[in-house]
């Protein structure tokens, strides 16, 4: 299958700063992606998702300003925490898929820990 | 509108023992149905999934799911549970057509295998 590669896959950072994780399609070129966020032992929670090209749509509740999200290239989308704080740590996946009518390959995720 | 409703937070068998995941979904149109695996710290791993066809599907690692529409369910079986399979289980389900292709996931399903 395809892969989706994420980075890094851990990353604790100070409060107040900035963190971007990068997701990157291997072997295929990715016309969306889709972030999510995991909470300790509940489900994924769709963040958003990017079209190459174009801005992000974001879930209802999901802070724009906080989550910035770059989708330029079909191989690259970034995730950019701004001024991170300990309620952002969580753990974040991205998804990826090729057409609009094919299967979404899953990134291994990033820890994130905020202190 | 979807929803996915997995039947235990938390399952445990015995190493060779039947392993059975119970999902069921709420979907206004025809879905596509999709179990995922996840180990600690890791992204989401494609079990298996329904799109069309034939109504029993067979995944990796000797994992099946039967789609019952009359029951709205997209349960998980494995014959003969081994240590490896102990992990948290996610049922998704997404409209089969249009381009919408959001992931509507279950809170998941624990599995610990007892040796």
């Known amino acids: 299958g395809a892969v989706v590669s994420q980075h890094p896959s851990w990353v604790i950072c100070k409060s107040g700063t900035s963190v971007k994780i990068e997701c990157r399609s291997l072997?295929?070129?990715?016309?969306?992606m889709f972030w999510y966020r995991q909470f300790p032992k509940q489900s994924l929670m769709l963040m958003a998702t990017s079209n190459e090209g174009s801005k992000a749509t974001y879930e209802q509740g999901v802070e724009k300003d906080k989550f910035l999200i770059n989708h330029a290239s079909l191989t690259l989308s970034t995730l950019t925490v701004t001024s991170a704080h300990p309620e952002d740590s969580s753990f974040y996946i991205c998804?990826?898929?090729?057409?609009?009518?094919?299967?979404?390959?899953f990134g291994q995720g990033t820890r994130l820990t905020v202190v | 509108a979807q929803s996915v409703t997995q039947l235990g937070s938390h399952v445990s068998v015995s190493e060779g023992a039947l392993v059975l995941l119970r999902c069921n979904y709420s979907s206004s149109v025809p879905p596509y149905l999709f179990w995922y695996v996840q180990y600690p710290n890791q992204g989401l791993q494609l079990l298996l999934k329904?799109?069309?066809?034939?109504?029993l599907v067979k995944g990796i690692n000797g994992f099946e799911a039967e789609f019952k529409k009359s029951e709205t369910s997209f349960h998980l079986t494995k014959p003969s549970a081994h240590m490896s399979d102990a992990a948290e289980y996610f049922c998704a389900v997404r409209p089969s057509g249009g381009s919408n292709y959001k992931l509507t996931f279950g809170k998941g399903t624990l599995l610990t295998v007892n040796p």
């Open positions: 329904y799109t069309t066809g034939a109504t």
């Open positions: 072997d295929f070129q990715a016309t969306t």
């Open positions: 998804s990826a898929r090729q057409g609009w009518n094919t299967e979404a390959f």
